[in-house]
């Protein structure tokens, strides 16, 4: 064990012992219950970012690729966190951001991103969060964003609505674009589809009230499903960036499908999501 992740398990041992759900006979309760406790994991996961940021510098960030950056504080958010579900549900397995784990369940599967937001964490932009989720078969049935700089948990469970820091939650109820604030992530990396996607840009700029980029997905969603934001898309997301964040968002009332208006938006790597009365003018290109 690295002693960044000793530091972690000292977070760990401030939280209180998880119970083991081996039995499944109701699962809309234990949904619940398996949602109030990936809230605590998420904090505590939080709260070692919070902690590692103030003596965090450049000289511990990692590259994975072009514009896409890694730390320690990742790695071991992720390895724990991990450690702390596998409490929960022992027989589940993993989609995660960072890889550290390769065990797949033949049922049940967490999809997670330790931290979402990397380059505003380094940057020392206080907009990052922790993305939890867990796929049933094929189908999402919890999701947990923890937005780290507010303290603010924002979580939801299969027919159980949605929930910031215990307060239920939904989406907005604007119907008319010039009323809306739109919320998009910028291409950093594949930019195969920039030009349509600076034509979406451009068509939303002029008929929005207002145009942000947060640097979060996890937030982005998040924010769609409190009403902060009346909608988003990206293309190029991954799994871990979209699961926790698309399933609050249904929960809120709201639609989540990919560019065509599908359910392709978890593996597609094109996401729209909106209140439910809001259309985007999207340029797919294809």
């Not at 930019?191 to 997905?217: H, P, Q």
């Amino acid at each position: 064990m690295t002693y960044f992740e000793m530091k972690f398990m000292f977070f760990a041992s401030k939280t209180s012992t998880f119970v083991k759900y081996p039995n499944h006979e109701n699962m809309n309760t234990t949904y619940k219950e398996l949602t109030l406790a990936t809230c605590e994991i998420a904090k505590m996961a939080g709260q070692f970012m919070a902690e590692e940021r103030k003596s965090f510098n450049d000289n511990m960030i990692e590259s994975k690729g072009m514009h896409d950056l890694v730390s320690y504080v990742d790695k071991a958010s992720e390895k724990q966190i991990i450690a702390q579900l596998q409490q929960l549900l022992p027989e589940s397995g993993f989609i995660a951001e960072e890889g550290t784990s390769d065990i797949h369940g033949e049922r049940f599967n967490w999809v997670i991103d330790p931290l979402d937001g990397t380059t505003n964490f380094i940057q020392g932009v206080p907009i990052y969060a922790v993305s939890i989720a867990l796929l049933d078969m094929e189908e999402l049935v919890l999701g947990v964003v923890y937005e780290v700089g507010l303290d603010e948990c924002f979580y939801a469970w299969k027919n159980g609505g949605a929930y910031l820091n215990t307060l239920p939650v939904q989406v907005s109820k604007r119907a008319n674009i010039h009323d809306a604030l739109v919320a998009t992530g910028f291409p950093y990396s594949d930019f195969s589809r920039l030009d349509d996607y600076i034509e979406t840009l451009k068509w939303t700029m002029k008929n929005a009230r207002g145009v942000r980029r947060m640097g979060s997905a996890a937030t982005d969603l998040a924010y769609v499903a409190c009403g902060r934001f009346d909608a988003f898309w990206e293309y190029d997301l991954k799994p871990w960036d979209v699961a926790a964040g698309a399933l609050i968002i249904k929960e809120a009332g709201g639609i989540v499908t990919d560019y065509k208006g599908g359910n392709n938006y978890l593996f597609g790597r094109e996401i729209v999501a909106t209140n439910g009365l809001l259309k985007l003018a999207l340029n797919t290109g294809h």
